[in-house]
Protein backbone atom coordinates (compact mmCIF):
# COMPACT_ATOMS: atom_id res chain seq x y z
CA UNK A 1 0.00 0.00 0.00
CA UNK A 2 1.20 3.76 -0.65
CA UNK A 3 0.27 4.93 2.47
CA UNK A 4 3.67 2.10 4.10
CA UNK A 5 5.86 3.63 1.23
CA UNK A 6 9.13 5.36 2.58
CA UNK A 7 8.23 8.11 -0.59
CA UNK A 8 5.38 10.86 -0.89
CA UNK A 9 2.88 10.03 -3.04
CA UNK A 10 3.83 12.27 -5.77
CA UNK A 11 6.58 10.30 -6.63
CA UNK A 12 5.31 6.96 -6.97
CA UNK A 13 3.89 7.65 -10.31
CA UNK A 14 6.17 6.29 -13.41
CA UNK A 15 5.91 9.98 -15.12
CA UNK A 16 8.30 10.81 -11.96
CA UNK A 17 10.85 8.85 -12.19
CA UNK A 18 13.71 11.37 -12.15
CA UNK A 19 11.86 12.93 -8.82
CA UNK A 20 12.44 9.64 -6.95
CA UNK A 21 15.63 8.93 -8.19
CA UNK A 22 16.63 12.27 -7.04
CA UNK A 23 14.47 12.43 -4.04
CA UNK A 24 16.33 8.81 -3.24
CA UNK A 25 20.08 10.39 -3.73
CA UNK A 26 19.05 12.92 -1.16
CA UNK A 27 17.96 10.58 1.46
CA UNK A 28 21.24 8.52 0.54
CA UNK A 29 23.23 11.53 1.19
CA UNK A 30 21.38 12.71 4.24
CA UNK A 31 22.24 9.32 5.50
CA UNK A 32 25.69 9.84 4.77
CA UNK A 33 26.00 13.05 6.53
CA UNK A 34 24.66 11.47 10.03
CA UNK A 35 26.28 8.56 9.99
CA UNK A 36 30.23 9.05 11.90
CA UNK A 37 31.78 6.56 9.45
CA UNK A 38 30.75 5.61 5.99
CA UNK A 39 32.29 2.37 5.96
CA UNK A 40 29.31 1.31 8.50
CA UNK A 41 27.65 1.69 5.22
CA UNK A 42 27.16 -1.80 3.04
CA UNK A 43 26.30 -0.60 -0.27
CA UNK A 44 25.45 -2.97 -2.97
CA UNK A 45 24.44 -2.11 -6.58
CA UNK A 46 21.31 -2.27 -8.18
CA UNK A 47 19.46 -1.97 -11.39
CA UNK A 48 16.03 -1.32 -10.00
CA UNK A 49 15.82 0.26 -7.18
CA UNK A 50 17.36 3.87 -5.59
CA UNK A 51 20.01 5.39 -4.64
CA UNK A 52 21.94 2.35 -6.34
CA UNK A 53 20.42 1.99 -9.78
CA UNK A 54 22.77 2.43 -12.73
CA UNK A 55 22.63 6.19 -13.70
CA UNK A 56 23.97 6.95 -9.55
CA UNK A 57 26.32 4.15 -9.85
CA UNK A 58 29.59 6.25 -9.83
CA UNK A 59 27.94 8.93 -6.88
CA UNK A 60 26.63 6.89 -4.10
CA UNK A 61 30.25 5.40 -3.82
CA UNK A 62 33.83 6.58 -4.81
CA UNK A 63 34.94 3.15 -5.90
CA UNK A 64 32.15 3.08 -8.39
CA UNK A 65 33.70 6.81 -9.60
CA UNK A 66 34.64 4.96 -13.17
CA UNK A 67 31.16 4.19 -13.65
CA UNK A 68 30.03 8.17 -13.72
CA UNK A 69 33.50 9.56 -15.58
CA UNK A 70 34.68 6.39 -17.22
CA UNK A 71 35.97 7.06 -21.20
CA UNK A 72 35.87 3.60 -22.38
CA UNK A 73 32.44 1.87 -20.79
CA UNK A 74 30.08 -0.60 -21.85
CA UNK A 75 27.74 -1.49 -23.29
CA UNK A 76 27.85 0.38 -26.36
CA UNK A 77 25.24 0.75 -29.14
CA UNK A 78 26.88 -0.93 -31.96
CA UNK A 79 26.65 1.40 -34.97
CA UNK A 80 27.52 -1.23 -38.26
CA UNK A 81 28.17 2.25 -40.14
CA UNK A 82 31.22 2.74 -37.64
CA UNK A 83 32.65 -0.62 -37.95
CA UNK A 84 36.05 -1.14 -39.18
CA UNK A 85 37.09 -3.71 -40.95
CA UNK A 86 40.59 -6.13 -39.92
CA UNK A 87 41.76 -8.12 -41.73
CA UNK A 88 44.08 -9.33 -38.98
CA UNK A 89 41.44 -10.61 -36.46
CA UNK A 90 41.65 -14.35 -36.99
CA UNK A 91 39.04 -16.37 -35.19
CA UNK A 92 38.41 -17.73 -31.36
CA UNK A 93 40.03 -20.59 -30.30
CA UNK A 94 37.71 -22.68 -27.45
CA UNK A 95 39.88 -24.99 -25.63
CA UNK A 96 38.08 -27.42 -23.53
CA UNK A 97 40.52 -29.82 -23.22
CA UNK A 98 38.06 -32.38 -24.79
CA UNK A 99 36.07 -32.63 -21.57
CA UNK A 100 32.45 -31.58 -20.92
CA UNK A 101 32.19 -29.12 -17.84
CA UNK A 102 29.56 -29.12 -14.99
CA UNK A 103 28.99 -25.58 -12.83
CA UNK A 104 26.20 -24.12 -10.36
CA UNK A 105 24.17 -21.76 -11.74
CA UNK A 106 22.83 -19.20 -9.40
CA UNK A 107 19.85 -16.88 -8.69
CA UNK A 108 22.14 -13.96 -7.73
CA UNK A 109 19.07 -11.81 -7.56
CA UNK A 110 20.58 -9.58 -9.99
CA UNK A 111 21.82 -12.45 -12.73
CA UNK A 112 21.21 -15.99 -13.53
CA UNK A 113 24.76 -16.56 -13.21
CA UNK A 114 26.59 -20.28 -13.93
CA UNK A 115 30.16 -20.73 -12.57
CA UNK A 116 32.36 -23.52 -13.75
CA UNK A 117 33.91 -25.79 -11.44
CA UNK A 118 37.72 -25.88 -11.77
CA UNK A 119 37.69 -28.88 -12.20
CA UNK A 120 36.89 -28.43 -15.97
CA UNK A 121 39.01 -25.68 -17.24
CA UNK A 122 37.49 -23.79 -20.43
CA UNK A 123 40.05 -21.18 -22.12
CA UNK A 124 39.89 -19.15 -25.04
CA UNK A 125 42.52 -17.14 -27.21
CA UNK A 126 42.96 -15.84 -30.81
CA UNK A 127 41.24 -13.32 -32.37
CA UNK A 128 41.67 -9.83 -30.39
CA UNK A 129 43.32 -11.59 -27.68
CA UNK A 130 46.95 -11.08 -26.82
CA UNK A 131 46.50 -13.71 -24.11
CA UNK A 132 44.63 -17.02 -22.79
CA UNK A 133 41.40 -16.37 -20.82
CA UNK A 134 40.25 -18.24 -18.77
CA UNK A 135 35.82 -18.87 -18.02
CA UNK A 136 34.73 -17.55 -14.72
CA UNK A 137 31.00 -16.92 -14.94
CA UNK A 138 28.36 -17.28 -17.58
CA UNK A 139 26.05 -14.43 -16.73
CA UNK A 140 22.87 -14.01 -18.58
CA UNK A 141 20.41 -10.38 -19.18
CA UNK A 142 17.04 -10.95 -20.23
CA UNK A 143 14.02 -8.19 -20.40
CA UNK A 144 10.15 -7.98 -19.38
CA UNK A 145 9.81 -7.55 -22.91
CA UNK A 146 10.64 -9.13 -26.15
CA UNK A 147 11.88 -5.78 -27.65
CA UNK A 148 14.71 -5.07 -24.77
CA UNK A 149 16.78 -7.32 -22.45
CA UNK A 150 20.10 -7.34 -23.95
CA UNK A 151 22.93 -5.14 -22.68
CA UNK A 152 24.21 -4.17 -26.14
CA UNK A 153 22.29 -2.84 -28.98
CA UNK A 154 22.81 -3.17 -32.86
CA UNK A 155 21.86 0.09 -34.19
CA UNK A 156 19.66 1.27 -31.44
CA UNK A 157 17.79 -2.12 -31.35
CA UNK A 158 17.56 -4.46 -28.51
CA UNK A 159 17.23 -8.11 -28.48
CA UNK A 160 15.30 -10.27 -25.81
CA UNK A 161 18.97 -11.46 -24.10
CA UNK A 162 22.03 -11.65 -24.00
CA UNK A 163 24.53 -13.85 -22.84
CA UNK A 164 27.77 -12.74 -21.20
CA UNK A 165 30.63 -15.35 -20.91
CA UNK A 166 33.00 -13.65 -18.19
CA UNK A 167 36.96 -14.76 -19.12
CA UNK A 168 39.83 -13.29 -16.98
CA UNK A 169 43.53 -13.41 -17.98
CA UNK A 170 45.24 -16.54 -16.96
CA UNK A 171 48.53 -15.80 -18.77
CA UNK A 172 49.45 -12.35 -16.42
CA UNK A 173 46.74 -12.73 -13.20
CA UNK A 174 45.99 -16.13 -10.80
CA UNK A 175 42.14 -14.74 -10.44
CA UNK A 176 39.80 -12.91 -11.64
CA UNK A 177 39.45 -11.02 -8.66
CA UNK A 178 42.70 -9.49 -9.35
CA UNK A 179 42.77 -9.13 -13.69
CA UNK A 180 39.38 -7.10 -13.40
CA UNK A 181 41.16 -3.91 -11.87
CA UNK A 182 44.00 -4.98 -14.08
CA UNK A 183 45.18 -4.03 -18.16
CA UNK A 184 44.24 -6.50 -20.12
CA UNK A 185 42.11 -8.23 -17.59
CA UNK A 186 38.83 -9.47 -19.01
CA UNK A 187 37.56 -10.75 -22.02
CA UNK A 188 33.88 -11.02 -22.67
CA UNK A 189 31.95 -13.01 -25.10
CA UNK A 190 28.30 -11.77 -25.99
CA UNK A 191 26.21 -13.64 -27.75
CA UNK A 192 22.96 -12.08 -28.48
CA UNK A 193 19.29 -14.08 -28.00
CA UNK A 194 16.52 -14.31 -30.09
CA UNK A 195 13.21 -16.35 -29.56
CA UNK A 196 12.57 -19.08 -31.76
CA UNK A 197 10.49 -22.66 -31.80
CA UNK A 198 13.61 -24.62 -30.79
CA UNK A 199 16.10 -23.69 -28.34
CA UNK A 200 20.36 -23.18 -28.36
CA UNK A 201 20.99 -26.70 -26.73
CA UNK A 202 23.28 -25.34 -23.96
CA UNK A 203 20.57 -22.87 -22.75
CA UNK A 204 18.24 -25.30 -23.14
CA UNK A 205 20.12 -27.63 -20.44
CA UNK A 206 20.22 -24.23 -18.17
CA UNK A 207 16.46 -23.11 -19.26
CA UNK A 208 14.53 -26.50 -19.35
CA UNK A 209 11.40 -26.38 -16.36
CA UNK A 210 13.32 -29.09 -14.18
CA UNK A 211 16.64 -26.91 -13.79
CA UNK A 212 15.22 -23.06 -14.17
CA UNK A 213 12.64 -24.09 -11.46
CA UNK A 214 15.26 -24.88 -8.89
CA UNK A 215 16.52 -20.81 -8.90
CA UNK A 216 13.59 -19.41 -8.25
CA UNK A 217 14.73 -17.30 -5.87
CA UNK A 218 17.86 -15.49 -4.64
CA UNK A 219 20.25 -17.54 -3.03
CA UNK A 220 18.81 -20.25 -4.75
CA UNK A 221 21.68 -22.92 -6.75
CA UNK A 222 21.66 -25.93 -8.62
CA UNK A 223 24.47 -28.42 -10.15
CA UNK A 224 24.74 -28.85 -13.71
CA UNK A 225 27.35 -31.87 -14.88
CA UNK A 226 28.21 -32.52 -18.98
CA UNK A 227 27.73 -29.64 -20.58
CA UNK A 228 29.58 -28.45 -23.70
CA UNK A 229 30.15 -25.37 -23.62
CA UNK A 230 30.38 -25.47 -27.50
CA UNK A 231 27.31 -25.54 -27.61
CA UNK A 232 26.68 -22.50 -26.69
CA UNK A 233 28.81 -20.71 -29.41
CA UNK A 234 26.39 -20.32 -33.11
CA UNK A 235 27.86 -21.75 -36.26
CA UNK A 236 30.39 -18.40 -36.94
CA UNK A 237 33.75 -17.00 -36.61
CA UNK A 238 32.66 -13.61 -37.58
CA UNK A 239 32.53 -11.13 -34.71
CA UNK A 240 32.74 -7.53 -33.43
CA UNK A 241 35.01 -6.30 -30.64
CA UNK A 242 35.69 -3.27 -28.71
CA UNK A 243 37.56 -2.38 -25.59
CA UNK A 244 35.43 -0.92 -23.21
CA UNK A 245 34.64 -2.10 -19.24
CA UNK A 246 32.56 -4.68 -16.90
CA UNK A 247 29.19 -3.26 -17.09
CA UNK A 248 28.59 -3.75 -13.00
CA UNK A 249 30.32 -1.83 -10.27
CA UNK A 250 33.21 -1.05 -10.35
CA UNK A 251 33.18 -0.61 -14.09
CA UNK A 252 36.46 -0.90 -14.43
CA UNK A 253 37.83 -0.52 -17.88
CA UNK A 254 39.46 -3.56 -18.58
CA UNK A 255 37.37 -5.48 -20.45
CA UNK A 256 38.12 -6.46 -24.55
CA UNK A 257 34.46 -7.42 -25.65
CA UNK A 258 33.78 -10.07 -28.44
CA UNK A 259 30.58 -9.32 -29.99
CA UNK A 260 29.41 -13.00 -31.86
CA UNK A 261 27.78 -12.52 -35.24
CA UNK A 262 25.24 -14.75 -34.95
CA UNK A 263 22.31 -15.05 -32.37
CA UNK A 264 21.48 -18.29 -30.65
CA UNK A 265 17.54 -18.72 -29.70
CA UNK A 266 15.55 -19.74 -26.66
CA UNK A 267 11.90 -20.48 -26.65
CA UNK A 268 9.29 -18.45 -25.76
CA UNK A 269 8.29 -20.31 -22.82
CA UNK A 270 12.11 -20.70 -21.66
CA UNK A 271 12.04 -16.79 -21.73
CA UNK A 272 8.80 -16.26 -19.62
CA UNK A 273 10.74 -18.64 -17.13
CA UNK A 274 13.35 -15.82 -16.70
CA UNK A 275 10.49 -13.87 -16.29
CA UNK A 276 9.17 -15.59 -13.33
CA UNK A 277 12.42 -15.48 -11.50
CA UNK A 278 12.39 -13.50 -8.57
CA UNK A 279 15.15 -10.61 -7.06
CA UNK A 280 14.15 -11.90 -3.64
CA UNK A 281 14.04 -14.68 -1.38
CA UNK A 282 10.85 -16.64 -0.83
CA UNK A 283 9.87 -14.89 2.25
CA UNK A 284 10.14 -11.06 0.66
CA UNK A 285 7.77 -9.58 -2.06
CA UNK A 286 7.87 -10.84 -5.34
CA UNK A 287 10.06 -8.71 -8.22
CA UNK A 288 10.80 -10.33 -11.45
CA UNK A 289 14.50 -10.15 -12.21
CA UNK A 290 13.99 -9.09 -15.86
CA UNK A 291 15.60 -5.28 -16.82
CA UNK A 292 18.93 -6.33 -15.20
CA UNK A 293 20.50 -4.21 -17.68
CA UNK A 294 22.63 -1.05 -17.57
CA UNK A 295 22.24 1.32 -20.34
CA UNK A 296 24.50 1.76 -22.99
CA UNK A 297 27.41 4.40 -22.69
CA UNK A 298 28.83 6.84 -25.12
CA UNK A 299 30.94 5.28 -27.77
CA UNK A 300 33.05 8.42 -27.40
CA UNK A 301 37.16 8.26 -29.31
CA UNK A 302 37.21 4.14 -29.40
CA UNK A 303 36.93 1.75 -32.83
CA UNK A 304 34.55 -0.71 -33.69
CA UNK A 305 36.43 -3.02 -35.25
CA UNK A 306 35.24 -6.77 -36.93
CA UNK A 307 36.51 -9.62 -39.02
CA UNK A 308 33.07 -9.13 -41.17
CA UNK A 309 34.92 -8.57 -44.89
CA UNK A 310 31.98 -5.97 -45.91
CA UNK A 311 33.99 -5.64 -49.33
CA UNK A 312 32.92 -8.54 -50.36
CA UNK A 313 29.21 -8.09 -51.73
CA UNK A 314 26.75 -9.97 -53.58
CA UNK A 315 25.03 -7.42 -56.48
CA UNK A 316 22.14 -7.07 -54.31
CA UNK A 317 23.77 -5.24 -51.41
CA UNK A 318 22.74 -1.52 -51.00
CA UNK A 319 25.88 -0.26 -48.79
CA UNK A 320 29.06 -0.45 -49.57
CA UNK A 321 30.43 0.67 -46.64
CA UNK A 322 28.99 -1.81 -43.98
CA UNK A 323 27.59 -5.35 -43.76
CA UNK A 324 24.82 -5.67 -41.93
CA UNK A 325 25.57 -8.84 -39.27
CA UNK A 326 23.35 -11.46 -39.08
CA UNK A 327 20.90 -10.79 -36.15
CA UNK A 328 17.80 -9.58 -37.82
CA UNK A 329 14.47 -11.27 -39.59
CA UNK A 330 13.75 -14.79 -38.44
CA UNK A 331 14.60 -16.98 -41.32
CA UNK A 332 15.82 -14.07 -43.85
CA UNK A 333 18.92 -14.06 -45.55
CA UNK A 334 21.15 -11.57 -45.13
CA UNK A 335 21.92 -9.15 -47.82
CA UNK A 336 25.77 -10.29 -48.08
CA UNK A 337 25.79 -13.81 -49.13
CA UNK A 338 29.32 -14.68 -47.66
CA UNK A 339 27.66 -14.49 -44.58
CA UNK A 340 26.84 -18.06 -43.37
CA UNK A 341 22.99 -18.65 -42.86
Not at 327 to 341: E, F, L, Q
Given at each position: PSSLSPFPPFLLSRHNEAHL???????????????????????????????????FWGLVNSAWNLCAIGKRQSPIDIETTHMIFDPYLT????????????????????????????????????????YSYRLEEIRLHFGSEDSHGSEHLLNGQGFPGEVQLIHYNQDLYTNYTEAAKSPHGVAVVSIFIKLSENSNAFLNRMLNRDTITRINYKHDAFLLMGLNIADLYPDTTRYITYEGSITIPPCYETATWILINKPIYVTQMQMHSLRLLSQNEPYKI????????????????????????????????????ALRPQ???????????????
Open positions: LAFSLFLWFDLVAHTETLTLITLSFSFFFPPTVPSPLRLNTGGRKMGGTMYNTGKHVSLRPDKAHLVNISGGPLGFLSMSDNTRPTQPLLQRCIRTNINFSKQGRDCPNNRYRGKGKAPCCSHVKK
